[in-house]
């Protein structure tokens, strides 16, 4: 059994440990608190946008005017992994990670196997797991979680459009966390570009509709918007997600510290008294020894 | 007629109105009750809005969308 000393001194450290974990999940609920309420307001917002979008897009003939629609073969693939910059949230990034991983390798693998995927990191935690597994990576952007704001986000949507317009890649994948609440997340993937006009119902609901100025100029104005919503959308969601995250491996840990507390200070005080006791053993029977 | 508008940031907007002008990319226009279902683009500008009480209330915006339907205004509003 382990001294006195020992055991007091590990009863210090991890209750050291479970304070910084406490203080970190404080932090996160704070942080959560606020990062909650930015998804939360932009996702009618986007709602909204896609509805209309898709239900005018849907009810035009020629859908393959606008330049983001147009489907192509996919024969180069970005992959934009959306993770954090920081650690210590549990499995987030890592499921993620494996997420994207499982999407290029069965969807993409031709295109895996010649070399045609390459990945567009946001959060040094996406980066570092992808180039474990030995992916390219071609951009990275951890800065833009410093400052989350559409003027940033915005600028990076617009790159990535441009390159698909451009050619430079033919099929766009956005992988991220999506936040349900404080305690799950959804790993999530989307296809970004080409966007894919679906043939709905929708579209008869729409057909009494006065456009301004008219349903072509309509969809070419939103089709770049919508992708830009859609793209701060899910950073703000991995954003949420993260803190969420974070807050309740911060909390399993701290709970985790406060057991381990209580079971080293029975072992401390059952250390303490097995030493009483032999010691009260040791004098009585030196003081009877003595009598005899 | 309800109206909402919202940013990507948050609602700014949401209430029964009178009335709302709208500056669409065609031209500023002006909404009122029972009005034809209608979907426009805006461009930069100002939405007045004239509420119940006959109260003003201004929004700079630089662009968006509005969606008229059944007296349900919804203006998608960009601004900076």
Redesign the interface.
């Known amino acids: 059994m382990a001294g006195l000393k020992e055991i007091r001194t590990r009863i210090t450290s991890v209750k050291t440990t479970r304070q910084v974990t406490s203080a970190m999940k404080m932090v996160s609920a704070a942080k959560l608190k606020k990062a909650q309420d ?1 998804i939360l ?2 996702r ?3 709602d ?2 896609h509805q ?1 979008l898709v239900s ?1 897009g849907a009810s035009l003939e020629e859908v393959e005017s606008s330049v983001y629609t147009r489907q192509k073969e996919p024969d180069r693939v970005l992959v934009i992994l959306i993770s954090s910059n920081r650690g210590l949230c549990g499995g987030f990034n890592l499921n993620i990670a494996k997420k994207a991983m499982e999407l290029v390798h069965s969807k993409y693998s031709l295109q895996l196997r010649l070399g045609e995927v390459d990945f567009l990191c946001i959060g040094k935690q996406a980066e570092r797991q992808v180039k474990l597994r030995g992916m390219k990576v071609v951009e990275s952007h951890h800065e833009l979680f410093d400052h989350l704001d ?1 003027a940033h986000v915005y600028q990076l949507a617009e790159n990535v459009m441009k390159m698909f317009v451009e050619n430079e890649y033919d099929r766009v994948e956005l992988v991220y966390n999506q936040f349900l609440n404080a305690a799950s997340q959804l790993n999530s993937t989307e296809q970004f570009l080409p966007v894919e006009m679906e043939n709905e119902e929708e579209t008869k609901q ?1 057909r ?6 008219s349903k072509e ?2 969809v070419q ?2 089709i770049p ?1 919508s992708l830009k ?1 859609q793209f ?1 959308k899910a950073l703000l969601d991995s954003h949420a997600a993260e803190h969420g995250a974070r807050m309740t491996a911060m909390h399993q840990a701290t709970d985790n510290a406060t057991e381990l507390i209580k079971d080293l200070t029975l072992q401390y005080n059952k250390v303490r008294q097995a030493s009483i006791t032999s010691e009260i053993l040791e004098i009585v029977s030196g003081a009877e020894a003595l009598k005899g | 007629m309800f109206l909402e508008i919202i940013t990507p940031e948050k609602k700014i907007y949401e209430g029964e109105v009178k009335r709302v002008r709208l500056p669409g990319s065609k031209g500023l226009f002006e909404m009122l009750k029972n009005h034809a279902p209608l979907i426009s683009t805006l461009r930069k500008g100002t939405i007045r809005v004239i509420d119940e009480n006959d109260r003003r209330h201004t929004f700079e915006v630089t662009g968006g969308v509005v969606e008229n339907k059944d007296n349900n205004v919804i203006v998608l509003a960009e601004s900076d």
Do not use: M
């Open positions: 930015a307001q932009i009618p917002y986007a909204k946008l209309i005018i559409t729409f009494d509709y006065i456009f301004e100025p100029y309509i104005e939103l918007q919503i701060y």
